[in-house]
């Protein structure tokens, strides 16, 4: 079997037929333009903070009129020209992303969107449109519905020749969304399948239409997905405690994986109950925990539940710069505070460190939390 199937290699245009050429292509392809003239790929994903994907409608120009004032503010600022976006406002949500991009000083936020699944009607046109327009602003296209690699190359090598085209010298990255049961089943592959990867996010509410399980809830969880604890004394109907699971647990852990693999970046998505603001803290600290770097934001509310939730807390910035200053070359093993900290712990104290210089970087707040740290043995 083919070891790899670089983009644009006839198997990537023809993936159901095996060409024995493609055992003989160098890794070092992947790294080349797709297009003469575009510029060269990314060899690492930069690791810029993107605690809040915050979506706003460009045809809104309500919304629209606060997108400068959010600047600073929000991580990423993504304008959606997709399924929230109605049939007949199509043409002026991209009009006025083409806008907003053109007028505003993005300053340290990155600007996204999130185009028309490859099976629309729309699909060409956003991306035909908005690479010249702004493609020297838009740092990454979302892209929804992703099935496999295949998709991915067909983006990839319009973008580049769009890139060319438009005399852009860096490229524009990918993320893709996992929302149907044949997205999360490639999804190594969909993060392998060009330097363009940027991450990927979490679509629970078509993954679960695709899936067809048993949910009407947009993310997080559902009370009828528990464990109840065993009987006391053989007692069936005396107390017994009820533990809501997790849902996505699996599809998260499996994209956490997948995207780790690759060196990309791993989001949860969509929390859709706007006013429950406890259980979305609760479904972004589960995804944090499990290596997500950020979740999306449907209201500004939501803004501020994922800047706190994927921030290292002080505490834990506290203790990893401890372990760090206290195991000196990283090799052997201390003791702090009664507990065994070796090379492991290092390495996941490390994440934790560099995550806090990023965030200092660009959250003046958080800068000011993390200087007045004391560091003591």
């Known amino acids: ?45 930069p690791a810029r903070p993107s605690r809040a994907i915050h979506f706003f ?13 959010m600047v600073g503010k929000v991580d990423v600022l993504l304008g959606n020209l997709e399924d929230a976006i109605k049939a007949d406002n199509k043409v002026a949500a991209r009009e006025g992303l083409v806008r907003i991009a ?61 890139e060319a085209k438009a005399g852009l010298t860096r490229p524009i990255l990918v993320h893709a969304i996992l929302e149907t049961a044949r997205g999360v089943a490639n999804v190594e592959e969909i993060c392998g399948a060009s330097p363009r990867m940027q991450g990927i996010s979490l679509g ?43 849902l996505w647990h699996y599809t998260i852990a499996r994209m956490v994986d997948a995207c780790a693999m690759h060196g990309i970046y791993p989001y949860y998505g ?8 406890v259980a979305c803290e609760d479904q972004f600290r589960n995804a944090f925990l499990l290596g997500c770097v950020g979740a999306w934001s449907l209201h500004p509310k939501q803004i501020a539940i994922a800047n706190k939730v994927f921030s290292p807390s002080v505490e834990d910035v506290r203790h990893a710069r401890r372990v760090v200053a ?52």
């Open 1 to 45: 079997m083919p070891r790899w199937y670089g983009p644009g290699s006839r198997a990537a245009a023809y993936p159901w037929t095996i060409h024995e050429e493609d055992e003989l292509r160098s890794a070092k392809d992947f790294f080349r333009p797709l297009a003469v003239g575009a510029p060269e790929p990314l060899r690492e994903i």
């Open 326 to 377: 206290a195991m000196g070359d990283g090799t052997g093993a201390v003791m702090l505070d009664g507990k065994m900290e070796d090379d492991a712990s290092l390495k996941q104290c490390l994440v934790m460190v560099e995550l806090a210089e990023e965030l200092a970087k660009v959250d003046e707040g958080l800068a000011k939390q993390y200087a007045a740290i004391e560091v003591d043995q």
């Open 102 to 162: 053109q007028e505003t000083d993005w300053g340290p936020t990155q600007l996204w969107t999130r185009v028309n699944a490859l099976d629309s009607p729309w699909f060409l046109d956003d991306i035909t449109t908005l690479v010249p327009a702004i493609g020297d602003k838009l740092d990454v296209v979302m892209v929804p519905k992703v099935q496999g690699a295949e998709d991915i190359h067909y983006v990839d090598r319009i973008l580049a020749q769009l």
């Open 270 to 277: 969509p929390f859709g109950d706007i006013a429950d603001v």
């Open 204 to 246: 629970p509410a078509d993954l679960a239409a695709d899936r067809r399980m048993k949910t009407i809830r947009v993310g997080g969880g559902h009370p009828g997905y528990l464990v109840r604890q065993d009987p006391v004394d053989g007692d069936i109907e005396g107390d017994r405690g009820i533990y809501q699971q997790d």
């Open 57 to 69: 409608d460009p045809s809104n120009e309500k919304m629209a009129a606060k997108i400068p004032g």
